[in-house]
Nanobody
Framework: QVQLVESGGGLVQAGGSLRLSCAASGSFFSINNMGWYRQAPGKQRELVATIASSTNYADSVKGRFTISRDNAKNTVYLQMNSLKPEDTAVYYC????????????????WGQGTQVTVAS
């Protein structure tokens, strides 16, 4: 079982910065991918950024957000700079993990979500 605990959300003004953290704990063999998704009111959940062997970003956040990970802590971060009101959403951490060494399949795990509100 894998649990994800998110933190770092809050209220900031446009142009400000926040850093989100997501720590994975529990039983798993390895983490293959980590990423962030977000969902604004009335909108579908969308991918923000992912990190595996490489990183990728939604076009809307390129140049402003940076995803990183600390493998020793099983933690993924999302540094968000130059925040815009359009970034307001609940941000969800996603981890793709291999649960056990003897099985090669992976599973998706989701965090509880953390609110990011950017005031104009």
């Amino acid at each position: 079982q894998v649990q994800l605990v998110e933190s770092g959300g809050g209220l900031v003004q446009a142009g400000g910065s926040l850093r989100l953290s997501c720590a994975a704990s529990g039983s798993f063999f390895s983490i293959n991918n980590m990423g962030w998704y977000r969902q604004a009111p009335g909108k579908q959940r969308e991918l923000v950024a992912t990190i595996a062997s490489s990183t990728n970003y939604a076009d809307s956040v390129k140049g402003r957000f940076t995803i990183s990970r600390d493998n020793a802590k099983n933690t993924v971060y999302l540094q968000m700079n130059s925040l815009k009101p359009e970034d307001t959403a609940v941000y969800y951490c996603k981890v793709v993990a291999r649960p056990h060494a003897i099985y090669s399949y992976t599973k998706d795990y989701w965090g509880q979500g953390t609110q990011v509100t950017v005031a104009s």
